[in-house]
């Protein structure tokens, strides 16, 4: 059992409203053992990346949200092999200063989901490469990445057994693994 | 000498005004040589992707802008190691429907500039994956990427003489090989 | 049809006799279109890399043998995300002198092969980005990476009639590209 | 301080005699805090990778080193953008079965130094890529990518200051880290 609650914060890689990869998020918050909490933070009023913007609202939003999290949970699928602009976009903007930012350090899982056989697996290796280098640390456990998503989640509700309890799993597993894996940026 | 008119549409990576990378792009339409013609496309009207926007204006605008190109040029900056989130969301919604987007079989030639000493040249990778990823062509000349553009890029104006010689070496090889490269998508 | 006879040098990313890679580059082979040419070459006889042994002569034949081809068919298991060591090993020999090696300018198509639904797409991204990095021009059709290859060959033999139709239209489709696009390093 | 010995392995990516990433890990084994014991290992006698082969003892001798550690250092150049062929193809070897090989839920850290301004930074994209895919969990501090090497080491010597500090950082901070990051494969 843990000692404290733990705080996950969640991000999809798709803003449709019928996303596989959101329906995913939820189902991992649904699962999630006694004292994790999982919440996921819509990012759609985030601006496209520009410095000269300042620090827009939704922007200040998200960056609060990523420093008071213990850790992230990020599904997505791929788009064209890489990262979807939005998720881009939002990492982008929580990015700064480089290498001390609100993912400095902290913890992250990523799973993806997509109606092919390949499941987003080669987008996820481009968002781990970003994510560690924003110094963020990188679940090691091997990835989730569900192929054939279509018969899976049905009206955005995960029915597949076996996906279910290999989520539940990763959650249990990041959730335990995470408090020690931090890593404090000197 | 060319036969006729070759039009490169020029992308860049960095919305900001006093963008190095747009600047670099500016530079390659000046000295591209007789029978090239660089065009900068600003597709900072384009929205976060998102498939329940239908066909946004923006979108229809950058769609037709690539299709019409012979080829393209991106100069971008890395973002944590990637592609930066408003460029990579562009090139989203310019790559339906997937292997027959206006991306396919269309060849590309990219740069990258930064202040480090880096260059870049590990988002050029990620970008180029994500090319490929949808068909397009990728010119293979070893890459241009700028390091230290502090001093190479002053007050919007390429002032280096290095870098200029590179630069329109890589914009009249590029325009000497597009066109046998290019590739029909069947 | 084509002008004169085009030679392709097929690698094997696995070494071992009942490597599925391998058999499908023998399929490859097979199913090439008249005046095509694939032959491959086991590289077994390249040592670990080292600068300080000059140039055994395993190197000096497949250096040879990369030189002569008019482009090379490469078919890899992903190993842990990304190429093969032996393959990687055998590349890193021939790609001496940086940018001028017999890599350079010379239309490579890729392929994969693997029992798992993923096929050994992500160590593709890997070996793209590698042969780019040389200056090798990348065929840019979708991907023949192969899942559940148990099924689809057997005794070495592909007996699996749609991945036999997307392999021929693979070899046809880069032996008419591959002329043009080869890329002169100046 | 530490409780007791932390034992960390270290890998170089290049055999030759006079390499500056060999010259990297002595230095890193010299100025190592108290209580951190770094211990270089030399792969030589791994033969290329194939499994027909069975276990050969270069490579019996690898994986039990690793088992053996409480983490890794990897320092590397780049070859053609990624991982030299004779380190992948120790790891290859040691990364058997799947998931629960000597590498899972072993810390590494990771590091490269080339002549070039690059440093080797993209080929270190790459090793992370392979490190995560097998489980191992990957130091998340900025890399150490030694540039312009060649004035840095000389004669097998690190000879400049500002490298040596950072690289006694990187060594302190990743055997503070480890310990705690570790993951056990369920």
Redesign the interface.
Known sequence: MLERTLHLLALSGS???ASFNTALLRAAAEGAPDGVIVTLHDY?D?P?????LGLPPGVERLRAAISAADGLLIATPE???????????????A?RPA?RSPFA?KPVAVMSASPG???G??GL??L???L???????Y???EL?V?GVGEKIVEGRLVDAVTAERLA?LVA?FAA?AP????D??
């Open positions: 803003l449709r409203a759609r985030v496209l990346y520009d410095p000269d788009f064209n092999y890489g990262i979807p602009g939005p998720l881009k976009n939002a990492i982008d903007w990015s290498y350090g056989p390949i499941g697996a080669r290796q481009q781990k490469t970003v560690l280098g924003m110094s963020a640390v990188v090691p456990a091997p990445a192929g799993r597993g693994w020690g894996a931090r890593f940026v000197a």
